[in-house]
């Protein structure tokens, strides 16, 4: 299981299970992944952002993980 959190311990292009059966579980937009969910996790992933970008919606970020995966496993 792999969490999608903005406090996420590895960044998206390092993500090595792309090419494997992967469970994404998204935080919510405003308080993230709880403790429970987090510790659930076998890793929990961050998408890297520029300075000025706060945070994505969920949407958009589940959005970008599903079609970076679907990138990684097209190779």
């Known amino acids: 299981m792999v ?3 903005a406090e996420g ?4 292009p390092g993500f090595s299970l792309a090419t ?3 469970y994404l579980i998204v935080g919510s ?3 993230g992944l709880s403790r429970l969910v987090r510790e659930k996790c076998d890793l929990i992933l961050s998408i890297p952002m520029q300075s000025d970008v706060e945070s994505l919606n969920a949407s958009v970020a589940t959005a970008i993980v599903m079609y970076w995966i679907a990138e ?3 190779k």
């Open 3 to 5: 969490g999608l959190d």
């Open 72 to 74: 990684k496993r097209a």
């Open 9 to 12: 311990q590895e960044s998206l």
């Open 29 to 31: 937009e405003g308080k």
């Open 20 to 22: 494997e059966s992967v």
